[in-house]
C-alpha cells in the first residue's frame, strides 16, 4: 500500500495545514491534557484546528459552534457522551465541521429548551457527521410544544451523515399538545445520509392519529439523498396509528435501497409536492479507521459487488453535487485531489487493506483529510459514501 501511503502523506504537506494544530479535551486531566471542557477548547481553537476529546461522560455541557471550521474527534476506540445538544451555526463557504464518534444523548431535564441532539443553522459551509448517535432527551419538550429532534436542520446548505443513529424526543409532560420529536428534521437545507438509521418518537396522543407522533425524517422543502438507510415512525401498528418512515412537503429525495420499519396500518412515507427518485442498485460502503497517529496501522475495508476494481479519492476540500450517471454525491472535491487504486473487492465483494502511515511533516501536530471511493470502470462506476480520516502526530 506505498501508493497510499505515499498519497495521504503528500496531501497531508500542502500549505492549507500550516495553522492547524490539535487541542486535547480530557475532563480526567490526564497525561497531554490542555482543556476539561469541549467548549473551552472549541472557544480557543483556531478554524482549521483538531479538538482531540478523550473517553468520558462530558456533563452539562451544551457545546456551541459559530462561523468556525473544526473537526471534534474521540479518540480511535474511545466512548466520548455529551450529556447537552450540541448547536453549530453560521459556517461560512468554505467552512466544515466534522463531528466523529460522539454519542450526543441530552439528559432529562425539560425546563432547558436545548435539547436537540444536534441542531445545524444557517450553515453556508459543510457539516460532516460520522458515527454519532444523535438523541433527543426524552420528556424534553418546551413548555406547551413538540418534543425535541435527534438532528435538527434549517437553511443548511451540505449536510451529510454516515453511520449514524437520529432519535426522536418525547415532549414534556406539561407538553399541551403531546407531540414527538423527529429522528430528523430539516427546513431549506440540503442533506445526504449513508447507512444511518432515522426514529420517530411516540406522543401522547390517545386519539390514534399519526400527527402526534414523531417521523423518522421530516423534510420541508431541500434535498434529500439517503443509501441503505432505515425510517421509522414513531407510535404502534398493534393500535394502528404512528408517524411516517419519511414525511416530506415540496422537496426533492432520492432514496437508494431504503428500509422502512413496518406498520400495516400507515404507507411508509407520505410525499407532498416532492419529486422522487428510488433506487434498488446495492450501495458500496468505504470504512476507514480514524484517527490514526505516525507509525500506526490505518485499515480501510470496502465493500462492494464482486471482484469490482476501487479508487479511493482524497482531497483537503469538499464538493456537494449529485451525480445522476454514478446514483450518487460527489462529497470530496475533486480539484484538487490524489486517485489511486488500492485494489479490486472479492469474490464475496469485500476489499480490506492496511498499512502504516508515516511522519506528518513538521509543524504539523494534525491533519483531516477527506475520502471517498469509487467502485467499478466505465459507465458502470458507483461511488461509496464519504470517510473523514484524521490524521495525528504520534506524540499525542
Same mark, same amino acid.
Given at each position: 500500500m506505498r501508493s497510499l501511503a505515499w498519497m495521504l502523506a503528500s496531501i497531508a504537506c500542502a500549505p492549507a495545514l500550516a495553522a492547524q494544530s490539535v487541542l486535547v479535551v480530557d475532563k480526567n486531566q490526564g497525561p497531554g491534557w490542555e482543556f476539561a471542557t469541549i467548549q473551552s477548547a472549541v472557544n480557543a481553537a483556531q478554524d482549521g484546528d483538531i479538538v482531540l476529546v478523550r473517553s468520558e461522560t462530558y456533563y452539562d455541557e451544551s457545546l456551541t459552534i459559530v462561523a468556525k471550521g473544526l473537526t471534534i474527534t474521540s479518540d480511535f476506540g474511545g466512548y466520548v457522551r455529551l450529556t447537552e445538544g450540541v448547536t453549530v451555526e453560521g459556517l461560512l463557504p468554505g467552512q466544515t465541521v466534522v463531528l466523529r464518534g460522539l454519542n450526543i444523548e441530552p439528559d432529562t431535564w425539560w425546563l432547558n429548551d436545548d435539547k436537540y441532539g444536534l441542531r445545524a443553522l444557517d450553515c453556508a459551509g459543510s457539516i460532516r457527521v460520522e458515527g454519532?448517535?444523535?438523541?433527543?432527551?426524552?420528556?424534553?419538550?418546551?413548555?406547551?410544544?413538540?418534543?425535541?429532534?435527534?438532528?435538527?436542520?434549517?437553511?443548511?446548505?451540505?449536510?451529510?451523515?454516515?453511520? *449514524? $443513529?437520529?432519535? !426522536? #424526543?418525547?415532549?414534556?409532560?406539561?407538553?399541551?399538545? +403531546?407531540? /414527538?420529536?423527529?429522528?430528523?428534521? =430539516?427546513?431549506?437545507?440540503?442533506?445526504?445520509?449513508?447507512?444511518?438509521?432515522?426514529?420517530?418518537?411516540?406522543?401522547?396522543?390517545?386519539?390514534?392519529?399519526?400527527?402526534?407522533?414523531?417521523?423518522?425524517?421530516?423534510?420541508?422543502?431541500?434535498?434529500?439523498?439517503?443509501?441503505? *438507510? $432505515?425510517?421509522? !415512525? #414513531?407510535?404502534?401498528?398493534?393500535?394502528?396509528?404512528? +408517524?411516517? /418512515?419519511?414525511?416530506?412537503?415540496? =422537496?426533492?429525495?432520492?432514496?437508494?435501497?431504503?428500509?422502512?420499519?413496518?406498520?400495516?396500518?400507515?404507507?411508509?412515507?407520505?410525499?407532498?409536492?416532492?419529486?422522487?427518485?428510488?433506487?434498488?442498485?446495492?450501495?458500496?460502503?468505504?470504512?476507514?479507521?480514524?484517527?490514526?497517529?505516525?507509525?500506526?496501522?490505518?485499515l480501510l475495508q470496502a465493500a462492494g459487488e464482486p471482484n469490482q476494481p476501487v479508487l479511493l479519492l482524497v482531497s483537503l476540500g469538499l464538493e456537494d453535487a449529485f451525480a445522476a450517471w454514478l446514483q450518487a454525491p460527489l462529497l470530496v472535491s475533486l480539484s484538487p485531489a490524489l486517485i489511486t487504486p488500492v485494489g479490486s473487492t472479492s469474490s464475496i465483494g469485500w476489499l480490506v487493506q492496511s498499512f502504516t502511515v508515516g511522519a506528518l511533516p513538521p509543524g504539523i501536530e494534525g491533519a483531516t483529510v477527506f475520502c471517498q471511493a469509487a467502485f467499478g470502470a466505465g459507465a458502470s462506476v458507483r461511488l461509496s459514501n464519504p470517510m473523514s480520516i484524521v490524521l495525528l502526530d504520534a506524540s499525542l
Open positions: 454519532c448517535t444523535l438523541i433527543a432527551s426524552h420528556l424534553s419538550g418546551k413548555l406547551g410544544g413538540r418534543g425535541f429532534d435527534g438532528l435538527f436542520a434549517d437553511g443548511c446548505t451540505s449536510l451529510v451523515v454516515v453511520n *449514524c $443513529t437520529m432519535r !426522536g #424526543g418525547l415532549p414534556a409532560i406539561s407538553s399541551s399538545d +403531546g407531540l /414527538g420529536g423527529h429522528g430528523l428534521h =430539516a427546513t431549506d437545507s440540503r442533506i445526504s445520509a449513508f447507512g444511518s438509521t432515522f426514529k420517530g418518537i411516540a406522543g401522547f396522543s390517545t386519539g390514534g392519529a399519526h400527527d402526534f407522533d414523531g417521523d423518522g425524517v421530516h423534510l420541508e422543502s431541500g434535498w434529500f439523498y439517503a443509501a441503505s *438507510c $432505515t425510517f421509522e !415512525g #414513531g407510535g404502534s401498528s398493534v393500535t394502528c396509528h404512528g +408517524g411516517y /418512515g419519511i414525511e416530506a412537503e415540496s =422537496a426533492d429525495l432520492v432514496l437508494v435501497s431504503p428500509a422502512y420499519a413496518s406498520n400495516a396500518c400507515r404507507p411508509p412515507i407520505s410525499l407532498t409536492g416532492c419529486t422522487l427518485l428510488e433506487l434498488l442498485a446495492p450501495q458500496q460502503f468505504l470504512l476507514m479507521t480514524s484517527p490514526v497517529r505516525e507509525g500506526q496501522t490505518l
